[in-house]
C-alpha cells in the first residue's frame, strides 16, 4: 500500500513538468535562411510544407500542386543561399506581394 501511495505521489508531482515539457512555439516567421539551411532534411522539409500551407492558405488555394510545391522549395533554396541573415518568411512575403 505504501508503494502504491509513494507511487501516486511521484506521478503526481511529475505531471505538471512533463506537461509543460511537451509545449514549444516557434516564430516561424523570424527563421532566417542560414537556419532553413542548417537544419535537417526532415525538419527543412516540414518547415517548407508549412510555409507552403500558410501562404496557399493566404491565396485562397485548396489543392496541393506537388511539383509546384517542387520547384518553389528549390528556388527558396536557391536564394536563401545568398541571402542567408534574410528571414524566409519576410522573402516569401516579398515575392507573395510581387503577384
Do not use: H
Amino acid at each position: 500500500m505504501k508503494k502504491l501511495i509513494f507511487a501516486v505521489a511521484l506521478a503526481g508531482a511529475l505531471a505538471p513538468s512533463l506537461a509543460q515539457a511537451q509545449t514549444l512555439k516557434i516564430d516561424m516567421s523570424k527563421i532566417t535562411c542560414g537556419e532553413a539551411l542548417a537544419m535537417p532534411a526532415d525538419l527543412q522539409s516540414d518547415f517548407a510544407a508549412f510555409m507552403s500551407g500558410f501562404f496557399a492558405q493566404k491565396s485562397g488555394r485548396t489543392f496541393i500542386d506537388v511539383e509546384l510545391f517542387q520547384k518553389n522549395v528549390a528556388s527558396v533554396l536557391d536564394w536563401c543561399a545568398s541571402n542567408k541573415n534574410e528571414a524566409v518568411f519576410a522573402g516569401l512575403e516579398r515575392a507573395y506581394m510581387k503577384k
